[in-house]
């Protein structure tokens, strides 16, 4: 499969939380990688259990990757981009320790920065220094790293630049495409979820998704694609905030039948960031093996109605116009054999009717004539209940003298 399926973290139910255990837990699912995520800032204390991923990954071959900084301003003033960079740098550190092969940062507001070229070339200019450093982790002369072979064997990590899910933050799929176009060693990260919200429910079928991925094929010629996805609830083209992949209007199906039908050219890493993390992840898996299955007998059929053409002698196109023509001819039959058993229980039921007619009238005649009798019998009816309903309250309170055990 030409997909990387994971989860946004540690999955849910991992009983450890330490990273280790979680990817012992993924790899025990069958799934193929993670993402560590350092939601606001890398703590010192997590380095040794980064190292013993990043040997787990180096030997196992399991793909890692890492999510920087959430809340950065690169193109904010210079405290806050100093800030920023100072989170990343902590993140590259850590990209370096775990053997990832993806880094995905954020990029932030728009600030006072006007959109179009000037933000999109200060992005860049940022990115480059970001690439430059990354290079410098991976490529220290300085230092000998016996515990980190992948630092020489390996090519250092790629910095993704992820796609915004508002409009007032920097990020359209547009200005992603374009940085990444001039910035050697960055790549795009494709959050499916926000170029939905964004785009005001864009993603809907699969001609959505091959036009989202020919649009980064022929801007940018990459093969290689690194995707987060997850439902999404938003609102006038902003994303309001991740949902579990059934309650939302996003939905994998159509992104599962691209990827089966056109997409055995992809190299495609995809990330569940749905609250649910791994059991949206293995939705997703069971989704493309289904989308797998319904190819298989698709062209299980092409194959028997071409060998059937053969054999008759005519096209495979003929083959089928004559099966259409089976097929409708079995509906009509199937239509006629059930109307014929209806209509003799409607004649009957019409004859019924006619012949309880007479009956019916002498019924009515009857009851005209004994009109004045049921008035009589209700005039002295009244009298009669009367007498009863006494009769019944004087027994209602009745009870024998001899019954001691009342009490």
């Given at each position: 499969?030409?997909?990387?399926?994971?989860?946004?973290?540690?999955?849910?139910?991992?009983?450890?939380?330490?990273?280790?255990?979680?990817?012992?837990?993924?790899?025990?699912?069958?799934?193929?990688?993670?993402?560590?995520?350092?939601?606001?800032?890398?703590?010192?204390?997590?380095?040794?259990?980064?190292?013993?991923?990043?040997?787990?990954?180096?030997?196992?071959?399991?793909?890692?990757?890492?999510?920087?900084?959430?809340?950065?301003?690169?193109?904010?003033?210079?405290?806050?981009?100093?800030?920023?960079?100072?989170?990343?740098?902590?993140?590259?550190?850590?990209?370096?320790?775990?053997?990832?092969?993806?880094?995905?940062?954020?990029?932030?507001?728009?600030?006072?920065?006007?959109?179009?070229?000037v933000a999109n070339g200060q992005v860049a200019s940022v990115f480059k220094g970001i690439v430059?450093?990354?290079?410098?982790?991976?490529?220290?002369?300085?230092?000998?790293?016996?515990?980190?072979?992948?630092?020489?064997?390996?090519?250092?990590?790629?910095?993704?630049?992820?796609?915004?899910?508002?409009?007032?933050?920097?990020?359209?799929?547009?200005?992603?495409?374009?940085?990444?176009?001039?910035?050697?060693?960055?790549?795009?990260?494709?959050?499916?979820?926000?170029?939905?919200?964004?785009?005001?429910?864009?993603?809907?079928?699969?001609?959505?998704?091959?036009?989202?991925?020919?649009?980064?094929?022929?801007?940018?010629?990459?093969?290689?694609?690194?995707?987060?996805?997850?439902?999404?609830?938003?609102?006038?083209?902003?994303?309001?905030?991740?949902?579990?992949?059934?309650?939302?209007?996003?939905?994998?199906?159509?992104?599962?039948?691209?990827?089966?039908?056109?997409?055995?050219?992809?190299?495609?890493?995809?990330?569940?960031?749905?609250?649910?993390?791994?059991?949206?992840?293995?939705?997703?898996?069971?989704?493309?093996?289904?989308?797998?299955?319904?190819?298989?007998?698709?062209?299980?059929?092409?194959?028997?109605?071409?060998?059937?053409?053969?054999?008759?002698?005519?096209?495979?196109?003929?083959?089928?116009?004559r099966e259409a023509e089976v097929a409708a001819a079995r509906a009509k039959d199937a239509l006629?054999?059930?109307?014929?058993?209806?209509?003799?229980?409607?004649?009957?039921?019409?004859?019924?009717?006619?012949?309880?007619?007479?009956?019916?009238?002498?019924?009515?005649?009857?009851?005209?004539?004994?009109?004045?009798?049921?008035?009589?019998?209700?005039?002295?009816?009244?009298?009669?209940?009367?007498?009863?309903?006494?009769?019944?309250?004087?027994?209602l309170f009745t009870v024998e003298e001899d019954d001691d055990d009342l009490f």
């Open positions: 499969m030409p997909v990387k399926l994971g989860p946004a973290g540690v999955p849910l139910s991992c009983k450890g939380r330490t990273i280790v255990e979680g990817m012992d837990d993924i790899i025990s699912l069958g799934l193929e990688t993670m993402e560590v995520q350092t939601v606001r800032m890398v703590a010192p204390q997590h380095f040794e259990q980064y190292w013993q991923a990043g040997v787990l990954a180096h030997k196992t071959g399991f793909e890692m990757n890492i999510h920087g900084p959430y809340y950065t301003e690169l193109l904010g003033n210079r405290l806050q981009r100093n800030r920023s960079l100072a989170k990343v740098e902590a993140a590259l550190q850590a990209a370096k320790t775990i053997n990832a092969r993806h880094v995905t940062l954020h990029t932030g507001h728009y600030g006072d920065v006007s959109r179009g070229q430059q450093r990354i290079h410098d982790i991976w490529n220290d002369d300085e230092d000998v790293y016996p515990v980190f072979p992948w630092l020489k064997e390996g090519t250092p990590a790629k910095i993704g630049v992820e796609t915004s899910g508002r409009q007032e933050l920097w990020g359209s799929i547009e200005e992603v495409l374009e940085v990444v176009n001039h910035v050697e060693g960055t790549i795009p990260v494709l959050n499916l979820a926000h170029i939905h919200a964004r785009g005001h429910g864009r993603l809907r079928t699969s001609e959505d998704y091959g036009e989202l991925f020919d649009q980064v094929r022929e801007t940018i010629g990459t093969k290689e694609f690194y995707c987060h996805f997850s439902g999404v609830e938003h609102r006038m083209g902003n994303a309001m905030h991740y949902t579990q992949i059934k309650k939302s209007d996003l939905n994998f199906e159509p992104l599962a039948e691209y990827i089966i039908e056109e997409g055995a050219w992809l190299d495609m890493t995809l990330i569940s960031d749905s609250p649910l993390l791994e059991h949206d992840a293995m939705y997703m898996v069971q989704n493309i093996e289904r989308a797998r299955h319904r190819q298989l007998e698709r062209k299980a059929r092409e194959d028997r109605r071409k060998a059937l053409a053969a054999q008759a002698n005519i096209t495979p196109e003929e083959m089928a116009a006629a054999n059930v109307q014929p058993t209806a209509e003799p229980a409607k004649k009957e039921a019409v004859v019924e009717e006619i012949e309880a007619e007479p009956a019916k009238k002498e019924a009515e005649v009857e009851e005209t004539k004994a009109e004045p009798e049921k008035k009589e019998d209700a005039k002295k009816a009244p009298a009669k209940k009367g007498t009863k309903k006494e009769e019944d309250n004087d027994d």
